[in-house]
C-alpha cells in the first residue's frame, strides 16, 4: 500500500509508492519500427491484455469493433483504492495511506499521434474522455480532489511514447492546488472578483495574449515558471473542469490543437507536461477559482536552486514566447 | 537586468533571467581526453581568463603559485548586484529586480575530481570557502538570504563537468525556506525545543540512521521527496551556517566525503544536488532553526504530478536506503 508522509517540518507531503520501480520504459529502444511498437506496446491496440482491465472506453463510432479511447488503471500506481483513508503517527512523523485512484487515459489507437497532430474530433473525444472521468469520480464522492496530467516524452516523466494521459485522485487537496485556491480567495475577498476572470480581462489585447476564440484564451502567463510557458483559460466563469459545456469542449479542441502545434513548430517538438487544473471536489470554492489548463516545454532541468528555494529560474520573458507563437500562428500583433 | 516576479495567484516568485541562455556545455562532447577538458574547460588552471576575475582564492599550499579554489561570479547570472532592490507594480503583477550574487566556486584545479574522491582536507577547503563566502556576505549586510548548492552531472542541472558549487544571494527570503522557518518556529513556540535538534534525537539509533560522528549525523530524512535523499545534520544547535566552528567543518569533511561515496557505490556515480540549508541572515530564528546539509541524487524526472501537486512521488523508502547505505559502509544495524 503507497504512504503519504508528511514532513515534519514543512508539512509537505510525499507519496511513497515503492511499486513504481520497475516500471517499464520503451524509450531507450533507439528506432523502433512500426511493427515492433504493436508488438512491444502495451497501448497498442490488439495488446490490451497487457493492461489491466479498462474502466471506461469509446468505441470506434461507424464500421466495426475498437476502440478509439481506453482508460486503464495504472499497472504501477502511485496511489491505490482502498476501503477507507486511514492515518497514523508516531509523534513527530504523521503518515496516511495512499489510498486513490490513478488512471492512464491511452488517448487514440494511433502509436505515434500527439494531441498536436490528431484530427479536432479525435482531440475532442480526449477532452470528453477527460471530462467523464472527472465527472464520475466526483459522483462517487470517496475523494477530495482530481487531477488530470500529461508527461509529453522522456524528459517530461513519459517511460512509454504512446500518447496518453494520467488521472490522480487523492483523498486530500494537494500543496500546490491549496496555494492557488488561498491565493484567488484572498482575491476575491479583496476584490469581489475572480482573479483568473480579472488576468483574462487585463491579457485579452495585451503583450501576453497568444491566441484565443469565443470560449477560450491562451496566454503567456505573467510570472511564468517555465520557458514557452502557456495557459488556456476559458472565458467563462466555472470553478471545476466537470463544469465545462459540451460546446466549450468542442471549441477548446482547436485551440489545444494549435497551441501544442505552434510550441512543436517553435522548439521542435519539445517535451512537456500539461495539467487540468480545477477546484477540489468537496470546496466552495466556485465564485473565486477558474479551471483551466497548463502546458509547460520541459526544456531545462529543475536543479539545486529550483529544489532549495521553491523558487523558478525562467530565461525566457513571456512576452517574447507570446510573441513567437502569435508569429508562428500568423496573428496580428495585440490591440491591432 | 534580471527580474524577480510574483505569481498573483500563488505567490511564487519567478527569477527572469535571460541572460541565462546561451550558457555553454561540455556534456555534449563524448570522451573528451584530459588535455582537451584543459584546453576548452573554462574552470581548469591555464583558462582562468574565460571567467570573470575572482572574487575569492585558496592559493595552493607550499611551493609554486596557482590555487586549490577560486570563486568568480557567474558568468550567466540569474541574479545580478544593483544599487538598490527596487520594486514596481502594475496592478495584478508585481516585480523587483533580480539584485543579487550569483557566484560559482570551483572546487579544484583537478577537472574529474569530485567531493566522493578529494581527500578530506581538499573537502575541508572546500567548506571552508562556502563559509567565508557566508560570512563576507553576512556581513556585508544587502543581502536577506545566501544559497550554497551544488549541481553534479547533466540531469542535475550542471553545464559544466568540472566540479563547482553555485552560491546565490538574494534580497528575499525564497518561499521554501520560508515555509521551513514557519514549520520550525511552530514547531519551537509549541514544544520549546528545535525540531531539528528533536529529529536528530528520534534518529540517532534508528532504522533512518545511516552515519555520523561525535559532531554530525546522517539519516534518511522520514518525507524523503526523493529516493536515497540524505541528511546531514550537525550535532550542535546552531542556525547559520556561519556559526560552524573550525572544528566542526574538520569533522563534516570526512562525512560528507563517506555519505558521497557510497551514494556512488549504491547508485553507480549518480547525477545529484546538494544544498547548504541556513537561517536568513536578518532574522531571529537563532532558537528554532538549524542548518544542514540536504543530498537527493537525481534518479527520475519531475514530471506533471509534482508540478501540478506540489507533492512528490518517492518510490525507495528511506529505511531501505538508510540500510542499504549502512551496509555500503560496513556499519552495524542501529541500536546493536
Chains 1, 2 share one sequence.
Not at 80 to 108: Q, S, T, W, Y
Not at 165 to 175: D, E, I, N
Request: proline share 9%; charged share 25%.
Amino acid at each position: 500500500m503507497p504512504e503519504l508522509r508528511k514532513d515534519p517540518i514543512t508539512g509537505d507531503w510525499v507519496l511513497l509508492s515503492p511499486k513504481r520501480t520497475g516500471r517499464p520504459t520503451d524509450f531507450t529502444k533507439k528506432s523502433v519500427d512500426a511493427t515492433q511498437r504493436s508488438e512491444e506496446c502495451p497501448f497498442c491496440p490488439g495488446n490490451e491484455a497487457m493492461t489491466p482491465p479498462e474502466v471506461f472506453a469509446v468505441p470506434i463510432t461507424g464500421k466495426g469493433k475498437g476502440w478509439q479511447i481506453r482508460v486503464v488503471p495504472n499497472k504501477f500506481p502511485a496511489v491505490e483504492p482502498a476501503g477507507a483513508v486511514g492515518g497514523h503517527g508516531e509523534d513527530l512523523f504523521e503518515r496516511l495511506d495512499g489510498a486513490g485512484l490513478h488512471e492512464v487515459i491511452i488517448e487514440n489507437p494511433d502509436h505515434g499521434a500527439t494531441l498536436a497532430t490528431l484530427p479536432e474530433s479525435a482531440i475532442e473525444e480526449v477532452l470528453r474522455a477527460y471530462q467523464s472521468r472527472f465527472r464520475a469520480i466526483e459522483k462517487d464522492g470517496q475523494f477530495s480532489y482530481v487531477l488530470i496530467f500529461k508527461n509529453h516524452g522522456p524528459e517530461a516523466g513519459a517511460t512509454l511514447e504512446h500518447g496518453h494521459s494520467q488521472l490522480v485522485a487523492l483523498p486530500v487537496v494537494p500543496p500546490r492546488a491549496r496555494q492557488e485556491l488561498d491565493g484567488a480567495r484572498a482575491h476575491f475577498l479583496a476584490q469581489k472578483r475572480c482573479i483568473y476572470c480579472d488576468i483574462i480581462q487585463e491579457e485579452a489585447a495585451g503583450v501576453r495574449f497568444v491566441t484565443g476564440n469565443d470560449d477560450f484564451i491562451v496566454i503567456a502567463p505573467f510570472a511564468s515558471r517555465f520557458a514557452w510557458e502557456v495557459w488556456l483559460l476559458p472565458r467563462r466563469h466555472r470553478a471545476r473542469f466537470a463544469q465545462a459545456s459540451e460546446a466549450e469542449l468542442s471549441s477548446l479542441a482547436p485551440v489545444l490543437k494549435t497551441t501544442l502545434a505552434s510550441l512543436d513548430e517553435a522548439l521542435g517538438l519539445p517535451p512537456y507536461n500539461l495539467i487540468v487544473q480545477s477546484a477540489p471536489i468537496r470546496d466552495p470554492s466556485d465564485e473565486h477559482y477558474h479551471w483551466h489548463i497548463e502546458i509547460a516545454p520541459r526544456l531545462s532541468k529543475l536543479a539545486g536552486f529550483e529544489w532549495a528555494t521553491g523558487a523558478y529560474i525562467n530565461s525566457m520573458p513571456p512576452e517574447e514566447a507570446a510573441r513567437k507563437l502569435r508569429e508562428i500562428m500568423h496573428l496580428a500583433p495585440p490591440g491591432s
